[in-house]
């Protein structure tokens, strides 16, 4: 174990991580399944040492996070119409909860939604798909990239603060603690519009 943390350490200590870390959040904007969070929160548990940098680990996690978006929003805008997706299908019934979302709070819901699991890979693919305007959505998108960034690099750094001498452990812990946030944001808003239509399935 000890031999991986200090791989784990020469690694982070170099530059390069940076770009790990923004590849990693703008390809997690349109392909889910990669972790952009848990990577971005085990960075900041290891700049609680000393290395990465904090403030770097932001900066790239942030313009990963709205360049990965804005390739989500383009993707969006050359899809099918969803009129032409299945009508049972669940592709089309997320498209349909984030048209709705979108044309009922506009850009705040690109905001949000990116705490929502899978939230946000739906809106910025219909926000392309409906063609909202562009430069409102670099101005909401930058917001929640920003706002997102820094709520996952100090989750990650006040881990790593915690458990300084198990580092292991910390990343564990934000980890952990992100998703419990996540579910219990979803839970809330699963709640609040259990008798409406709008919630995603």
């Not at 170099?14 to 990693?24: A, D, E, R």
């Amino acid at each position: 174990m000890e031999a991986v943390l200090d791989l784990l350490r020469e690694t982070v200590a170099s530059p390069w991580v940076y770009l790990v870390l923004f590849g990693v959040t703008a390809v997690d904007a349109f392909f889910p399944a990669v972790p952009g969070e848990a990577a971005v929160i085990t960075a900041a548990v290891l700049s609680a040492g000393g290395h990465p940098d904090l403030a770097w680990v932001i900066v790239a996690a942030f313009l990963g996070a709205l360049a990965g978006d804005h390739i989500s929003y383009a993707i969006g805008r050359g899809a099918r119409p969803l009129a032409r997706l299945r009508r049972d299908g669940r592709r089309r019934a997320s498209s349909e909860w984030a048209r709705r979302a979108v044309e009922r709070r506009g850009g705040l819901i690109l905001t949000t939604s990116r705490y929502v699991p899978g939230g946000r890979t739906a809106v910025t693919l219909t926000m392309g798909a409906l063609r909202y305007s562009r430069r409102s959505f670099l101005l909401f998108d930058a917001v929640g990239a920003f706002t997102w960034a820094v709520y996952c690099a100090l989750l990650g750094y006040f881990g790593g603060l915690a458990f300084e001498r198990d580092p292991v452990r910390g990343v564990l812990v934000g980890v952990g603690l992100s998703v419990v946030i996540t579910l219990l944001l979803e839970a809330a808003r699963r709640l609040r519009h259990r008798r409406g239509p709008s919630a995603p399935p």
